[in-house]
Nanobody
Framework: QVQLVESGGGLVQAGDSLRLSCARS????????MGWFRQAPGKEREFVAA????????QYADSVRGRFTISRDNGKNTVYLQMNRLKPEDTAVYYC??????????????WGQGTQVTVSS
């Protein structure tokens, strides 16, 4: 069983930056592909970014490409989401997700509880 805990959310102004962290614990037999998702008020949950187990391959939603960067430190069992030039429309609960395996998956097996990001205009 993999457990994920997000942190780093908060209240910021438009144009500010935040770095979210996702700490992974539990038994793992290999590096896990990781993803970030978000759910804004009144909206469906949407994909934000993903990274392969090796950290070499990344994917981004069009809405965040060029502003957000996903990275990982496997030695610390942690995945990060660096969010720059934040906009009010980035306001959402951000969730970390994982799936055992190296390749970026279509479906994730494990989810964190989420961390709130609020961007004021």
């Amino acid at each position: 069983q993999v457990q994920l805990v997000e942190s780093g959310g908060g209240l910021v102004q438009a144009g500010d930056s935040l770095r979210l962290s996702c700490a992974r614990s539990g038994r793992t037999f290999s590096s896990s592909a990781m993803g970030w998702f978000r759910q804004a008020p009144g909206k469906e949950r949407e994909f934000v970014a993903a990274i392969s187990g090796s950290g070499i391959t990344t994917q981004y939603a069009d809405s965040v490409r060029g502003r957000f960067t996903i990275s990982r430190d496997n030695g610390k069992n942690t995945v990060y989401l660096q969010m720059n030039r934040l906009k009010p429309e980035d306001t959402a609960v951000y969730y970390c997700a994982a799936k055992l395996g190296l390749a970026i998956p279509a479906v994730y097996d494990y989810w964190g509880q989420g961390t709130q990001v609020t961007v004021s205009s």
